[in-house]
């Protein structure tokens, strides 16, 4: 079974705290991942997608890496602010049906002022 | 184009009833996808359509689910007898797919569907 987890379910974290979210999935043939994040009712914003050739991509102060051996991704939010407070999911599409995402459940990020 | 568009935002409809939801699509976009995502967790793969063709279905989409894309435009998604289960949002989700790949996979902001 083509599993995603993601650990923590919930963070808090003070301003300005460096954090990293991690991911995880099980069948290491993947097409690409990506991290959404998504505010409470709303749906989704793509911040950044790894292809499976690719071992990381940043944008402004959020940077992913993915290590496909071990079968992890990881998101850094450098200097957090309170608008980063949201559910973030990663999501895998894998070789053998790359026409639909798998998603963990999701990490919860509360950034106190 | 203002981006994948969902309607009704929200909906309360009592268990047995019909309901159908709507989507429209970034207007060049060939691929729609439907999701459902209960509280607490990540969004689960129903089905989707590349322009009017549904290619795949998922086994959680029983036979009270069905979904169109006439035209290969808009796609309503319905659900008969509706149960308590039943209760999620639904998110709709358009994409550009061709010979390099799939690019601007875009979701809609959802549909929550609440059974009482």
């Known amino acids: 079974k083509q599993e995603v987890t993601q650990i923590p379910a919930a963070l808090s974290v003070p301003e300005g705290e460096n954090l990293v979210l991690n991911c995880s999935f099980t069948d290491s043939a993947i097409y690409n991942l990506q991290w959404f994040r998504q505010d409470p009712g709303k749906g989704l914003t793509s911040l950044l997608l790894?292809?499976?050739?690719?071992r990381e991509q940043t944008s402004g102060r959020l940077n992913a890496s993915l290590d496909k051996s071990s079968g992890r991704s990881t998101l850094y939010i450098a200097a957090s602010q309170p608008g980063d407070s949201a559910t973030y999911l990663c999501a895998v599409t894998y070789m053998n049906n790359f026409n639909k995402f798998y998603f963990g459940s999701g990490t919860k990020l509360n950034v106190k002022p | 184009d203002t981006g994948v568009s969902q309607n009704p935002r929200h909906k309360i409809t009592k268990r047995g009833q019909n309901v159908t939801f709507r989507c429209d699509p970034i207007s060049e976009h060939n691929r729609l996808y439907w999701y459902r995502q209960t509280l607490g967790q990540g969004p689960e793969f129903l089905t989707y359509f590349q322009n009017e063709a549904q290619l795949e279905k998922s086994r959680l989409l029983s036979d009270r689910f069905s979904a169109e894309r006439p035209k290969g435009s808009f796609s309503t998604l319905e659900i008969q007898r509706t149960e308590q289960g039943d209760s999620a949002m639904y998110l709709c989700a358009s994409s550009l797919f061709g010979l390099q790949g799939d690019y601007g996979y875009t979701f809609g902001s959802g549909t929550r569907l609440t059974v009482v």
């Open positions: 790894i292809q499976s050739s690719q």
